[in-house]
């Protein structure tokens, strides 16, 4: 489960709606362009154009077969994503009460208050006993998170997933992490189509063809494991079914640039550079952080280019989990405080872990 900062490409991040703070300087987003470069040439003479002969010439790229290939795929892939046809915007439905807890589970610090947690300023790394506790948690919200994925289908409400997880989690003698965070009324976040992410689960029913984010953390001795993954329901259209694969993609190539020592901000250019590939904008609000006893703390990890001057650290957990969409990447939050959706009513997809920097690479906790 992420949290949400405002970019201010002038002057770094700011606080959102939900009260965070941060400062770090962000870099002016770069320009990507399709297509060949091309060379214009004018003929002078004396340092003047000459009027009698214009010549222009044209100095064009020599393109392989397999570059033209890919050229062409490309520009097909673009044309399906364009002819997507949109659904019927998403409407909230009825929230039920909240699910109880067992007196005998242990309870997060937020338990029974309201108010949104600060972002601790601690970089959270493990000793041995630590990490194990910490891989036990992954380890349950990974198996939840596909016990939830097996129940998505058309007609099922999201309400009823949300109930699933949270029996699943309490039988495990777990505590949900969401349930109760800044006054989150569910165990687990669903956000479905345009739902970019903390949707609240409720009465509306799955259909045919959505997408949906499922967004799994729990609280096992002392630690939280986070992750999530968006499911296709049912016959899902080409264009929605790329996104969601591409997405996932970009998770698993910021995955793949850590290590002790390496700079957080190549996570956000290597995901920024897949993503442009097939023409789908990165969400800036909404980034991963570190985790473990604390549910959110430094290190910030924006999925977007960045100039952000951390660097990753041997024994430190984090979630990555991009968020990806077909259109605007500007979004809008519901009166409920949390639904988050995009602003032109694009689909969006997210994809997140909880990895483990190592001294070569990064190990991914949240897999069964």
């Given at each position: 489960m992420g949290f949400s900062v405002s970019v201010s490409h002038a002057h770094g991040l700011s606080s959102s709606s939900h009260g965070q703070n941060f400062s770090s300087s962000i870099s002016s987003k770069s320009s990507s362009f399709m297509g060949f470069p091309l060379t214009f040439?004018?003929?002078?003479?004396?340092?003047?154009?000459?009027?009698?002969?214009?010549?222009?010439?044209?100095?064009?790229?020599?393109?392989?077969?397999?570059?033209?290939?890919?050229?062409?795929?490309?520009?097909?892939?673009?044309?399906?994503?364009t002819k997507f046809r949109r659904r019927p915007p998403l409407r909230r439905g009825k929230v039920s009460p909240r699910l109880p807890v067992p007196d005998h589970i242990p309870k997060p610090p937020y338990f029974g208050?309201?108010?949104?947690?600060?972002?601790?300023?601690?970089?959270?790394?493990?000793?041995?006993?630590?990490?194990?506790?910490?891989?036990?948690?992954?380890?349950?919200?990974?198996?939840?998170?596909?016990?939830?994925?097996?129940?998505?289908?058309?007609?099922?409400?999201?309400?009823?997933?949300?109930?699933?997880?949270h029996e699943m989690i309490i039988e495990a003698g777990a505590y949900p992490s969401p349930l109760g965070y800044g006054g989150f009324p569910k165990s687990v976040c669903t956000s479905v189509n345009e739902c970019m992410c903390h949707g609240i689960p409720d009465s509306r029913q799955l259909q045919n063809g959505d997408i949906i984010n499922i967004d799994v953390t729990v609280y096992l001795n002392g630690y939280h494991g986070d992750t999530s993954k968006t499911f296709l329901c049912g016959d899902v259209a080409?264009?929605?079914?790329?996104?969601?694969?591409?997405?996932?993609?970009?998770?698993?190539?910021?995955?793949?640039?850590?290590?002790?020592g390496a700079s957080l901000k190549k996570i956000g250019k290597r995901i920024s550079e897949h993503a442009e590939k097939y023409g789908y904008g990165v969400v800036e609000r909404f980034v991963g952080h570190g985790v473990g006893t604390i549910f959110h703390s430094e290190p910030i990890i924006m999925h977007h280019r960045n100039e952000s001057p951390g660097v990753m650290l041997e024994g430190q957990t984090f979630t990555i989990e991009p968020i990806l969409t077909m259109g605007s990447i500007e979004c809008i939050t519901w009166p409920d405080n949390w639904t988050t959706v995009s602003a032109d009513g694009s689909p969006a997809a997210q994809f997140e872990h909880t990895i483990l920097i190592t001294r070569t690479g990064a190990e991914i906790l949240t897999k069964c």
């Open positions: 040439s004018v003929s002078t003479l004396s340092g003047k154009q000459c009027c009698s002969q214009h010549k222009l010439v044209v100095y064009g790229k020599r393109v392989s077969g397999l570059e033209e290939a890919m050229r062409i795929r490309r520009e097909r892939e673009l044309q399906g994503t208050s309201n108010i949104l947690p600060e972002i601790s300023s601690d970089y959270q790394i493990h000793d041995a006993e630590g990490l194990a506790k910490m891989r036990a948690a992954c380890e349950l919200a990974a198996r939840v998170l596909n016990h939830a994925g097996t129940l998505v289908r058309p007609s099922v409400t999201t309400d009823e997933i949300d109930k699933a997880v080409g264009p929605l079914e790329r996104l969601v694969k591409v997405t996932e993609e970009c998770m698993e190539k910021g995955i793949a640039v850590c290590k002790d």
